[in-house]
């Protein structure tokens, strides 16, 4: 069941205006029938999106709210058919084999649990799908629901693109291979040998076996469960019991090398009651991914008062395992990820989460603006520069390495405009060489005032100056 | 970073010593100098040629690391730890040497020498590279399997407000075991790019090689 556009149903999202929902990497996740009409598409970036529909009001998504507001339907489609599979807020998955016997006709089901949710959810009616496998039943999605009863025929008569994965679609399409049906014809192992687990990965969706075919047993006691005393009331505090369960699971999996695609989220609160609920992912998750699910499933129940008196235990529990898990590299051994991630925490621990940092590359012109930093273990956010932009007059390579946050004064002596002596410390070095002035006139609407670099290179080393009207600071240097 | 290979020895000198500039497991790369003498860069330069997650302790708050990407430490393998605390310096850093393989730290002023001793022992039991970058004064004799402190630095491709900075060249001297038990004098050729290169075959001690 597939409600396209989930991520636009939201309180901020303006009414009879095109909008269209980026996440944190900063592509569109969704868009709204006028921004559609206009050419965006999800998956563009945000920037070519903009360009399309300048009119569109862009939202920041917000996965947490969007998992609360999704709360509602699947637990309408849970009465109707336990053992629900949510994807992603905005897409589950319903096992029908036990449902059938029950209520009869596939037909019966459906209308059951599209009535179900046309009384939960408001809006658009969602599209259901009913197929073998995840993957056709996905690809079946239709309002008026539709019920594919040949999945193989129905699988081969779809194009190629419908796998999403861009790059080897591409090589596909350019060997001739349009539709699903021609992947399938073609032998696998020759597709894995040439194209390697994505090409493999490929011919097993088209074939209509992306459940994986063989399931890897799932070791007894991989579950992870932890009991609380108090019960949790606070958000906050149910998201660092996330992390930590979603940390040992993945723990527990690691020497067998599997990794799931689909866990069972319970939780019991302390009234007594027990909720469970199933998350699925096409690729297997990753710790953080697994700690976001669980995240947003406890913020739903919380919020939507299911777990009454606060939480008690919560338990995590994999199915379908797969092998994909990490390839440890042959010098690396199984404990060594562990143990850094140990360090940098007990590190974090001593000084504060601000202390612990990681940074990535962005747009900017001097050292400082370049560097974009982001907490160890917490994703980026978007780069405020675009780093692949020109960004004419940035200062050369090699960098200083030593770049003070505030400038220190630096006193330099100069004749006729050239650089002579620099200050440093008690002594003045004498100036053997200097390049520059370059001088930056930027933002100068905002009343800046222009400055000149230079840099200066001494028998001790070579700095960065910048001299503005307040004199000359130390900008970096090339230690 | 296969260009930190081999220092040849000076001609004259007896023996050669190979991976000079290597960041060994367990041993402690001492960097003395005062700021703008090249050390930094070096340093990291040696740090990522280990292939785990580094870290690098900023005691000041200045270090960049765009420089660290530019000496071949991939963005997502650097993690800088920022500790203006001095009598949390050793417990962060001894928390690093732990669980990571490399960790440059620079040394706040008034550490004492047997606390760097301390580190220097655990980074020998935890089989961790430790490179030690005093902000002033030097490392505790003994204590670094090579101590490498900048004698000068020479700049090419600046002139007279004309040109950029580019290539470097650093003089250092080395001592400790490392350096086969003897004092000796290094050049390192750093292009600026990723490559930092020891020069082979310098004799005496060159005196103000930097007034180039």
Redesign the interface.
Known sequence: MWFPDWPLRRPDAPPGEPCQVVDDRNLVTAADVRAREAGVRPGMRRREAEALCPAAVTLAADPGAEAVAFEPVAAAVEAVVPRVEVAHPGLLFVPLEGALRYYGSEQAVVERAAAAVAAAASGEPGRIGVADGPFAARMAAADPPRVVADTAAFLASLDIGALGVDDVVDTFRWLGIGTLGDLRSLPRAAIASRFGPAGLQAHRVASGEDRSPQPRPVPVDTAAEERFEPPLTGLEQAAFAARAVAGRLMAALAPSGGIPHRVEVEAESAAGTVRTRTWRSADPFTETALADRIRWQLRAWVESGGVPGGLVRLRVAPADLSDRGRQL?L??DAA?GL??????A??QA??GP????????QGGRL??E??QWHR?EEPPGAPAHDPDAPWPGRL??????????DPPALEVEWDGG?PVRVR?GSRWEPV??????WRSIDRWWEGRHPVDRY?L???????LCEVGPDGCTLA???? | MADIGTARPAPGAPDAVPGLLDAHPGRVLALEGPPGSGLTRLGLAVLAAHPGTVAAVDVRGWLSPLAAWEAGIPPERLVIVRCPDRGLWAQVTAALLEGLGAVYAEVPAGASDALLRRLGALARARRAALLLRPVRGGIPAGLAHLRLRGEGVAWEGAGEGHGRLGRRLLTLRAAGKGAGGMERHIEVEDDGTDAVRVVPGLAAAPSRRAAG
């Open positions: 590299r010098t690396e060594s143990e850094e991630r140990r360090a940098l007990r590190a001593l000084l601000d202390a612990v940092l990681q940074a990535r590359p050292p400082g370049r560097v160890w050369p390579a090699p960098s200083p390495a030593l770049v003070p946050p050239f440093l053997l060489s200097w390049a520059g002035p840099q290179v001494t028998s001790a080393g070579a700095f970096g240097v090339y230690d």
